[in-house]
């Protein structure tokens, strides 16, 4: 499956982003999907993650609360709601495929886009 990032962009702290990933190619709903990020000199870390169907959710300790994951499997799209951004969150973002079960191990993600950058000034 090919993914195509979408939705970054610059945003003043608390403000609110929405990211969109498009996948084509395959069948979106035979993958979980997952949300990464990477900032400056840092190594790329687990966000989010949302199994097939989307009934389950899992998300890193600094951004529950804040960020929701979701998909619509019938427009082959999946979606970061970014809330209450902070400074820290300022990365390059990147969604992710896999077909094995969940995971934050990067290197279990088969399919990756192409990354969209979000900034958040203070």
């Known amino acids: 499956v090919q993914l195509q990032a979408s939705g970054g962009g610059l945003v003043q702290a608390e403000g609110s982003l929405r990211l969109a990933c498009t996948a084509s190619g395959r069948t979106f709903s035979n993958y979980g999907m997952g949300w990464f990020h990477q900032a400056p000199r840092m190594e790329r870390e687990f966000v989010a993650d949302?199994?097939?169907?989307?009934?389950?959710?899992y998300y890193a300790d600094s951004v529950k609360g804040r960020f929701t994951i979701s998909r619509n499997n019938a427009e082959n799209t999946g979606y970061l709601q970014m809330n209450s951004l902070k400074s820290e969150d300022t990365a390059v973002y990147y969604c992710?495929?896999?077909?094995?079960?969940?995971?934050?191990?990067?290197?279990?993600?088969?399919?990756w886009g192409q990354g969209t950058q979000v900034t958040v000034s203070s």
């Open positions: 949302i199994s097939r169907s989307g009934s389950s959710t």
């Open positions: 992710a495929a896999r077909l094995g079960p969940y995971s934050i191990d990067s290197n279990n993600y088969n399919c």
